[in-house]
């Protein structure tokens, strides 16, 4: 078990995490008995074999997910035992999500897409302008903020997806394989992006198959059949 | 989440599958045009008969023989029938407190002939108050002459499709026509009356009182319009009548009498009534689209199960989710109604423009009744879906598992 980089403090900490997914008549154990820290600014990479549970943590890293036992807290905040509301709250307010096929909706622009987590959290429309102008040109992405997604490459696609996922200014980024998708130079740009990110203070996780992806990372973590089998530290 | 984003959003979400939301526009907007068109048909009618009753004259009585109300007695036995409404009854009327001036009436129905020519019509047997009672007006000539009213001379007024259906162009007036075994002289021809309470005027004959006694052989009236000397006397002029009659048949309440408020009231009430259910129907098609919006939903949540897990990754909670969906169903919804509400008013307007003697008017209710329905569907109908989407499993959802 490594410990956080001393002197930061924890923002994630996992104990005893267990998850089991009843398929049929049989029960999957995604995760049995995982123990976690996380400290603030970590950039850690979660590899491990398909079906070893590393999509798994991270739904409940991200809070989209409840264990079947074990505790999560999150900034200090016990999370297993919130509410649907608060844990809605808690991704809206702390958590920036990438996935592997970018979940942008089709029918809005980049910048609209950019804007949806302020407008569901209520922000006004002009902060909202502000703010979403900001987090595209961050990406370099302001020549294509009124395209839609259909009209960008798997490299913008994803980087929008980034400026998406930030514009909330969470402290914690959770990305499943973000380059699945990607041919390695728009690989190679989005996790710059994300190291960028890294780099001003967020927290990063990233789940990758790529071994030369994951050796880039501060820590790796490697998962075996629904445990932390490696842990190490650079 | 603001409610103008909220809408926005809906509407963003509808355009982006047109074809179905097209439809069940239409579906919406034909179901609030029927319960406007269906109300304004019914009100339309009403408004109709309340102008004829107008038409008529506002403070006329009516006396029928026989009795309406049934008092619970044994059902009259063989020679126990009504006493027949005679003229000489309607002669002492005339003498009634109130009454201003009466028309009896005597109908059937004759040949009438005129060279080779001949049709079969109603005949009416009145007197020439008739012509000022039911407010007409002649085209050519004289109406019956004054006098006796159990005199029977042989003269007749013609309607005017009967008149220029026995002379065609030839001068009718002053003419012969043979009604039964009689010949009548023709004196007039009635005034192009238009409908009047279904029944037109135009193709009858119009004969004294007591030559249609003797056509038809019967010494009873059909019945006697009585026109009372204003608004007011109404009641005391009932009264009177009902009181002469008595007297007259040896105590018997033998007849009945109808003002012309009391049928006006009873004819409003039944088209009221038909209105509402006209209307009602309407409503059902309007809910039926309801079912359609629900559909659209389903199948929008189903197609979208991504994005509502996208939305709960990016923190809406399921109050939130389900207003996302329900906005979409009241959109749906209210953009239908809307789209109707034109459709019907067009409607209207076109149709009143067209034809000129009956017009389509909207109940101030109509519109509101359907924007309500509507609503009130898309709300009803929108809730299940929206449930099921707000409830999705944020990973199941992204995952499409
Ligand atoms: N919703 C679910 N229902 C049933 N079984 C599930 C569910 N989610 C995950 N599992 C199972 O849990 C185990 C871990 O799955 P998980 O998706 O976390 O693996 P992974 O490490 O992300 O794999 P990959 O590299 O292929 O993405 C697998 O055996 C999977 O079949
Ligand atoms: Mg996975």
């Known amino acids: ?234 | 989440m603001r409610l103008r984003d909220t809408l926005g959003f809906a509407f963003q979400a509808l355009g982006s599958h047109s074809a179905r939301t097209w439809l069940t526009l239409l579906a919406v907007g034909l179901g609030t045009a029927a319960v406007v068109l269906l109300s304004a048909l019914g009100e339309g009618a009403r408004a109709y008969v309340e102008d004829e009753f107008t038409q008529l004259g506002t403070h006329l009585l009516i006396v029928f023989p026989g009795r309406n109300e049934t008092t619970g007695g044994p059902p009259p036995l063989l020679g126990e029938t009504a006493r027949d409404l005679t003229l000489d009854d309607a002669l002492a009327l005339t003498r009634a407190r109130g009454v201003a001036r009466l028309a009896p009436l005597s109908v059937g129905q004759a040949k009438v002939s005129a060279g080779s020519r001949e049709r079969e019509v109603n005949i009416i047997g009145t007197t020439a108050d008739f012509l000022g009672v039911r407010h007409l007006s002649m085209a050519q000539g004289q109406f019956l002459p004054p006098g006796d009213p159990t005199r029977g001379h042989a003269v007749v007024v013609l309607g005017k499709t009967l008149a220029s259906e026995l002379f065609g162009h030839h001068q009718a007036v002053g003419g012969w026509v043979r009604i039964g075994e009689r010949r009548f002289r023709v004196t007039g021809i009635l005034a192009d009356t238009g409908q009047s309470l279904g029944d037109t005027l135009d193709d009858l004959a119009i004969i004294p009182v007591a030559s249609a006694q003797a056509l038809f052989n019967s010494p009873g009236l059909f019945r006697i319009l009585v026109e009372a000397r204003g608004r007011s006397a109404l009641p005391g002029a009932e009264a009177a009548i009902k009181d002469l009659i008595r007297a007259r048949h040896e105590g018997e309440d033998d007849v009945t009498v109808i003002t012309q408020d009391a049928m006006l009231a009873t004819f409003d009430k039944i088209l009221k009534a038909l209105t509402l259910a006209v209307a009602g129907i309407g409503a059902i098609s309007l809910a039926v689209a309801g079912v359609l919006i629900m559909n659209v939903m389903l199948v929008s949540v189903s197609q979208r199960t991504a994005e509502v897990g996208l939305l709960k990754a990016l923190g809406a909670a399921q109050g939130q989710v389900a207003a996302l969906f329900i906005a979409e169903a009241l959109l749906l919804a209210g953009a239908g109604t809307l789209a109707g509400l034109g459709l019907a008013l067009g409607a209207v307007q076109g149709f009143n423009g067209i034809f000129t003697s009956f017009q389509l008017v909207i109940p101030a209710w109509a519109p509101i009744a359907a924007v309500a329905v509507s609503l009130g569907s898309g709300l009803v109908f929108g809730l299940a879906p929206a449930l099921r989407a707000a409830r999705l499993d944020p990973v199941v959802a992204l995952t499409g598992r």
């Open chain 1, 1 to 234: 078990m490594v410990q956080p980089a001393s002197g930061e403090s924890a923002v994630i900490e996992l104990t005893g995490i267990e998850r089991r997914f009843q398929v049929g008549d049989q029960v999957v154990a995604a995760l049995r008995g995982v123990d976690l820290t996380l400290g603030d600014g970590d950039y850690a990479a979660v590899m491990g074999p398909s079906g070893s549970g590393k999509s798994t943590l991270l739904n409940i890293l991200g809070l989209l997910d409840r264990p079947d036992a074990g505790t999560y807290a999150l900034g200090g905040v016990e999370t297993t035992s919130l509410n649907e509301e608060r844990r809605a709250r808690l991704r809206r307010e702390r958590i920036g999500f990438i996935f592997q096929s970018f979940h942008l909706i089709p029918r809005l622009t980049a910048a609209g897409n950019v804007e949806l987590p302020l407008t569901l959290a209520g922000v006004a429309p002009k902060e909202r302008r502000e703010r979403v102008a900001a987090a595209l040109d961050a990406l370099g992405l302001t020549p294509r903020a009124h395209h839609r997604p259909d009209q960008l490459s798997g490299g913008q696609r994803q980087r929008v997806a980034i400026a998406r996922a930030t514009v909330m200014a969470p402290e914690l980024i959770l990305a499943d394989e973000p380059t699945g998708n990607l041919d390695r130079a728009s690989g190679e740009e989005v996790i710059r992006a994300l190291e960028g990110l890294n780099a001003r203070g967020l927290t990063l996780i990233l789940v990758t198959h790529d071994p030369v992806l994951g050796g880039r990372a501060r820590r790796r973590i490697r998962m075996a059949d629904g445990a932390v089998a490696e842990d190490l530290c650079a």
